[in-house]
């Protein structure tokens, strides 16, 4: 998953089989960024907050999500 925090608007896109690019409005700074992706994740898959977790990357823009169903 490529995140890309401080961005004009906030989506989710599928790039890949298991590839995703998730666009958030916050700034990296203090986990902001990493809580906004996270929020739209859950949204996208539509499973609560506590089900996605960032595993791998989480100082980066690569990331790797766990997502619970």
Avoid: C
């Avoid at 995140?3 to 890949?16: D, H, L, R």
């Avoid at 203090?30 to 977790?53: D, H, M």
């Amino acid at each position: 998953m490529k995140a890309k925090p401080s961005a004009k608007e906030e989506k989710v896109e599928k790039i890949g089989e298991f590839d995703y690019r998730v666009s958030v409005k916050e700034a990296p700074v203090k986990g902001k960024a990493n809580e906004a992706v996270i929020k739209a994740l859950a949204e996208y898959f539509k499973v609560p907050n506590t089900s996605v977790r960032i595993i791998a990357g989480p100082a980066s823009r690569n990331k790797i999500v766990d997502i619970i169903k």
